[in-house]
């Protein structure tokens, strides 16, 4: 502070006393800031537009691989969801085994041995019945594992676990990252 009260800062409002060009106009800043709707060379923007997608795709897909969370899909990501895949990763889950089985009962099917297809039906209902029973059971374990674990559950998440447990294990994105056995800690 001065002597006689005043700040010896410059005014805040009036700014620095020399700034060597005047203040532009406003027509003049808007014209600067504007820019085309469509690009003057559309080729060139779409080949642009084409490269940077085909660039996040190959990220996604990388991610997809080697399960690094940053670009992994919005499904896939956060740590409920890490700790769903692996917990249905390290199980045996019946519902791999379904579309084999359901392959085999239709090929047993063409053997023209009598009854045998009434056989075939009722063992692959049975089969189909322990899928349920085994994903109705994953659904209850893994809502129950992540109130443990996380203090509430995710939404979707032991749906997640259920569609998981359904496909081939070589065939899941993202790829397993865990051996069966290898269970994660609650």
């Known amino acids: 502070m001065a002597e006689n009260g005043a700040s010896s800062d410059p005014d805040p409002h009036t700014g620095p006393q020399s700034k060597g060009a005047p203040t532009p106009k406003r027509k003049t800043q808007e014209a600067a800031r504007k820019r085309p709707l469509v690009p003057n060379d559309r080729k060139e923007a779409k080949a642009r537009n084409r490269d940077a997608q085909q660039r996040e795709r190959a990220r996604m897909r990388q991610a997809l ?3 690094e969370e940053k670009y992994l899909p919005l499904r896939d990501k956060g740590p409920q969801r890490r700790f769903v ?47 349920f029973v085994d994903c109705f059971l994953l659904y209850r374990r ?17 749906w997640y676990a259920v569609t ?3 496909q081939f294990r070589r065939l899941r994105l993202p790829k397993p990252l865990v051996k069966r056995g290898e269970y994660p800690t609650v």
Request: charged share 15%; no cysteine; glycine share 8%.
């Open 85 to 131: 895949r692996d917990y249905v990763d390290a199980r045996y889950n019946t519902g791999e085994f379904l579309i084999i089985a359901a392959f085999v009962f239709v090929l047993i099917t063409f053997i023209p041995i009598p009854g045998l297809t009434f056989w075939i039906l009722i063992a692959f209902w049975a089969m189909f019945a322990v899928v």
């Open 142 to 158: 893994v809502k129950r594992m992540l109130l443990e674990k996380f203090g509430e559950v995710q939404s979707g998440s032991p």
């Open 65 to 67: 691989d080697t399960g």
């Open 164 to 166: 998981r447990s359904a």
